[in-house]
């Protein structure tokens, strides 16, 4: 009897263990950031396991505080909200080497994802970011060209991403599609 319930015990602190290290490992994998920005808070779930360098890179810009006082500068209803590189009087931060593409990764730009804005050229993304606010198909890879790198989604505050992609926008400092009322992020941090 005495043996059954040693061994029951030593069943529970093994299972307890392998969840705990469960945990661990999904937070380090998934890791969530929660934004707060002037329309209110919102967070998103990255994917380390398909997308590491991106990954890696936006955790880089959240941990150094660079996102914040930094605007939604290219809000297009019906597509994207696009943040992460300019200052509410539209100067263009100072950023970090560009990274690979990894828009290969299987994760395709639907609504609600998080992916990575760049230039023309596949490999220049940076800090600037990019939240689908419709199934964006199109911006993925075909076998002919690069896609935009998704690495992650909205799993909170979807509201307040359709709020944001709502605001009436303008031509601004040479920039189209600026929402007219400043969308400021106030705060990025990680929560998990």
Same mark, same amino acid.
């Given at each position: 009897?005495?043996?059954?319930?040693?061994?029951?015990?030593?069943?529970?602190?093994?299972?307890?263990?392998?969840?705990?290290?469960?945990?661990?490992?999904?937070?380090?994998?998934?890791?969530?950031?929660?934004?707060?920005?002037?329309?209110?808070?919102?967070?998103?779930?990255?994917?380390?396991?398909?997308?590491?360098?991106?990954?890696? *890179? %936006?955790?880089?810009?959240?941990?150094?505080?660079?996102?914040?006082?930094?605007? =939604?500068?290219? $809000? +297009?209803? &019906? !597509?994207?909200?696009?943040?992460?590189?300019?200052?509410?009087?539209?100067?263009e931060k100072e950023t970090l080497p560009e990274i690979i593409n990894e828009s290969g990764n299987g994760l395709t730009n639907?609504?609600?994802?998080?992916?990575?804005?760049?230039?023309?050229?596949?490999?220049?993304?940076?800090?600037?970011?990019?939240?689908?606010?419709?199934? *964006? %198909?199109?911006?993925?890879?075909?076998?002919?060209?690069?896609?935009?790198?998704? =690495?992650?989604? $909205? +799993?909170? &505050? !979807?509201?307040?991403?359709?709020?944001?992609?709502?605001?009436?926008?303008?031509?601004?400092?040479?920039?189209?599609?600026?929402?007219?009322?400043?969308?400021?992020?106030?705060?990025?941090?990680?929560?998990?």
């Amino acid at each position: 009897m005495t043996m059954n319930i040693k061994l029951k015990e030593s069943i529970l602190v093994s299972l307890i263990f392998l969840l705990l290290s469960n945990l661990s490992i999904a937070s380090q994998n998934y890791p969530q950031i929660e934004f707060t920005t002037t329309s209110g808070k919102f967070t998103v779930e990255l994917d380390s396991n398909r997308a590491p360098t991106t990954v890696k *890179n %936006f955790l880089q810009y959240v941990e150094s505080g660079f996102y914040v006082d930094t605007i =939604f500068h290219r $809000v +297009i209803a &019906g !597509f994207v909200i696009q943040a992460g590189g300019y200052t509410v009087d539209l100067e263009e931060k100072e950023t970090l080497p560009e990274i690979i593409n990894e828009s290969g990764n299987g994760l395709t730009n639907k609504r609600m994802s998080l992916g990575m804005a760049r230039s023309t050229d596949p490999h220049t993304a940076s800090s600037q970011f990019y939240i689908n606010v419709a199934d *964006n %198909f199109s911006l993925d890879p075909m076998p002919t060209r690069w896609g935009y790198a998704v =690495f992650g989604d $909205v +799993i909170d &505050g !979807f509201q307040i991403i359709d709020a944001i992609a709502g605001n009436a926008t303008q031509t601004m400092g040479g920039m189209q599609d600026v929402p007219a009322a400043p969308v400021i992020i106030l705060d990025v941090k990680r929560i998990d």
